[in-house]
């Protein structure tokens, strides 16, 4: 059995790759990290883990941690993960990291993100859909969770080096705000309400760009905007692709179905993706329509941002650093509706 351990554990990412490896065939939970409630069951914050788990939460240092883990997840704010990874690597053991920590060059990442980089070491981008190489690596980053949804949508298109301008508009669940309240977050500004942000400078535009460009070949156009939507779960990307030659939607599903082949957890549902058809699961799904008058296509992207976009793409990442098939313990449908 593989011995995993949690660090931020009581956080939304931490409780949700909680949720998917209490039933992992080949995963013992060993450790679940929180500063904040040391001591405490988990379970009394995560009530819906009742009766799968008896951990409680712990705060030992990062060579302890090591020696009894053969995986560590990093479930913690960008900034601090990096203060964990040096000594968590010390050994045989693998880490993946849900920060932006390791996602970036670190000259791009200090840019970005306004702070200094402690561990310039490099990671592989833990998108496992374009980087199957995670299979060989010991640290993994894992991906952001807008960027997932609007990679993924994009993808197929920067390969094929037909694309020239990609204008990404998301709108996303509260819960990628992660667990501490915010105005954004207080009921009465949220419900009924779509709130944009960050409009042209949201720091996932970097991760868009960073894996778009390679697989182009050349720096493109693009442009991201999010919203936070009053759900709990959920992003939902409309992917505007305006690409060098007219294509027709029979051109496109071609090129799509072409490029996810053999990726499991892409799917291509009937008419549009729907948030309540991915919830809870780690499905990605497309749709896309040719606008052949303005050279432009529409890829719709729907992934739960907790699953999909964070702690389910983990668990992938973790089943191919061990050699296991990438769905292990992870072939779920959604809690629809
Ligand atoms: N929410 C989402 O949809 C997604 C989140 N991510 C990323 O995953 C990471 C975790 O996100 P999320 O679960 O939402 O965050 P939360 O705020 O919900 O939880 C973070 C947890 O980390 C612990 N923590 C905070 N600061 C530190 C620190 N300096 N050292 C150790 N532990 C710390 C906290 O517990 P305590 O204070 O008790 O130790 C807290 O429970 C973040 O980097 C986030 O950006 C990535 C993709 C999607
Ligand atoms: C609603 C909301 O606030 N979302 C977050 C993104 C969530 C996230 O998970 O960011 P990382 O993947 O980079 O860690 C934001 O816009 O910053």
Redesign the pocket.
């Known amino acids: 059995m593989i011995k995993a351990g949690i660090?931020?554990?009581?956080?939304?990412?931490?409780?949700?790759l909680l949720r998917l490896l209490v039933n992992h065939p080949n995963v013992k939970l060993e450790l679940a990290?929180?500063?904040?409630?040391?001591g405490k069951p988990v379970t009394s914050t995560h009530k819906h883990l009742e009766g799968f788990l008896n951990l409680k939460?712990e705060?030992p240092d990062p060579e302890d941690i090591r020696k009894r883990c053969d995986v560590v997840f990093?479930?913690?704010?960008?900034?601090?993960?990096m203060?964990?990874v040096p000594e968590l690597l010390d050994g045989d053991t693998r880490v993946i990291d849900?920060?932006?920590?390791y996602r970036l060059k670190t000259s791009e990442f200090e840019k970005i993100y306004g702070l200094k980089h402690t561990d310039p070491r490099n990671a592989v981008y833990g998108l496992v859909e374009l980087h199957p190489e995670v299979s060989e690596e010991s640290l993994v980053a894992?991906?952001?969770?807008f960027p997932?949804g609007a990679i993924l949508a994009a993808a197929p298109l920067a390969a094929a080096k037909l694309l020239d301008i990609a204008v990404f508009d998301s709108k996303?669940?509260i819960?990628?705000?992660?667990?501490?309240p915010t105005e954004t977050s207080h009921y009465p500004n949220l419900a009924e309400n779509i709130i944009p942000y960050k409009l042209t400078s949201h720091r996932h535009r970097a991760e868009i760009i960073q894996e778009l460009t390679a697989l182009d070949g050349k720096l493109q156009s693009i442009s991201f905007t999010p919203h936070v939507i009053p759900s709990i779960?959920g992003i939902l990307t409309t992917a505007h692709l305006f690409t060098k030659e007219p294509l027709s939607t029979d051109d496109l599903k071609t090129i799509y179905e072409e490029f996810y082949r053999d990726k499991p957890f892409i799917r291509f549902p009937s008419g549009v993706p729907s948030l309540t058809a991915v919830r809870g699961s780690n499905f990605c799904d497309i749709s896309f329509e040719a606008d052949k008058e303005n050279n432009r296509v529409v890829v719709l992207s729907a992934i739960d941002?907790?699953v999909k976009?964070?702690?389910g793409q983990a668990i992938q990442n973790m089943n191919l650093m061990f050699g296991l098939d990438e769905t292990c313990g992870l072939w779920l449908p959604a809690a629809a509706p």
């Open positions: 660090i931020g554990a009581s956080g939304y990412t931490g409780g949700e990290t929180s500063r904040s409630l040391a939460y705060n990093l479930a913690v704010p960008h900034g601090s993960a203060n964990y849900l920060s932006a920590d894992n991906p952001g969770c997932t996303t669940g819960s990628g705000a992660g667990i501490s779960r941002n907790l976009g964070a702690s």
